[in-house]
């Protein structure tokens, strides 16, 4: 397998960092690379896995948004699993355990049990963060919703994923500046995140 981004940009080089904690083996020569697969136990078929949290809140969507999304996703038994940090845990268990078909795998997971997870995904749903560059090299296909803060974080060297915005109006700057926020329940979200339609999102996933 191969990865297909300008090394100029800076960003690649903790994209390599995260492939090595996921223990690939990496030619930086001519972006190559495998790994090992890990797959966790008793994974259900034709399943989506949804990483809804970034390291800064402002760059996901507000719970019940992802609520609504997820909802939709597993209304035809499509398996949904949650991924993220031992952190993350709690809030991601709120979906989990009010949506049935949704597994919370919140860190429980090593980074090749993650990499296997996502590489047999059906669809793979993320935001701006690491994971989702995983996502991007490994090829898979699926939605990022993304920003336009810091868009070099983006997986736009992967075709399949498609990372959606939506500009009418977003005031960033791309250079993590600028003032795209809205407020919800005291909290801050990108306006170019939040104003995307959770029905677009959806029929893009499926």
């Keep these: ?3 297909d981004f300008d090394l100029n940009k800076m960003f690649y080089k903790n994209v390599l960092d995260l492939l090595k904690k996921a223990e690939f083996s990496f030619n930086e020569t001519n972006l190559s690379y495998n790994y090992k697969k890990n ?4 994974l259900r078929d034709n399943y989506i896995v949804v990483h809804i949290m970034a390291s800064n809140e402002k760059r996901s969507l507000p719970i019940y948004r ?3 999304i997820i909802s939709r996703l597993v209304e035809n038994g499509t398996p949904v699993y949650l991924t993220g940090s031992k952190i993350d845990s709690e809030s991601i268990s709120v ?3 009010e949506i049935k078909g949704v597994y919370n795998l919140a860190g429980l997971l090593s980074f090749s049990q993650l990499a296997s997870l ?3 995904s059906r ?9 989702t560059h995983l996502a991007g090299v490994l090829g898979v296909s699926g939605v990022i919703i993304g920003n336009n803060s810091n868009p070099t974080w983006l997986p736009y060297y992967n075709k399949k994923l ?12 791309k250079d993590k500046k600028g003032n795209c926020l809205v407020e919800v329940s005291g909290k801050k979200y990108l306006k170019c ?3 995307l339609k959770d029905d677009d999102i959806v029929s893009e996933i499926k």
């Design 162 to 173: 498609k990372v959606m915005t939506n500009n009418e109006r977003c005031t960033c700057n």
């Design 66 to 68: 992802w609520r609504n």
């Design 39 to 42: 797959y966790p136990k008793n």
């Design 95 to 97: 979906l989990s355990s």
């Design 193 to 195: 995140m939040y104003d």
């Design 1 to 3: 397998l191969s990865i």
């Design 123 to 131: 669809a793979f749903v993320g935001v701006d963060t690491g994971i």
């Design 118 to 120: 996502i590489e047999g």
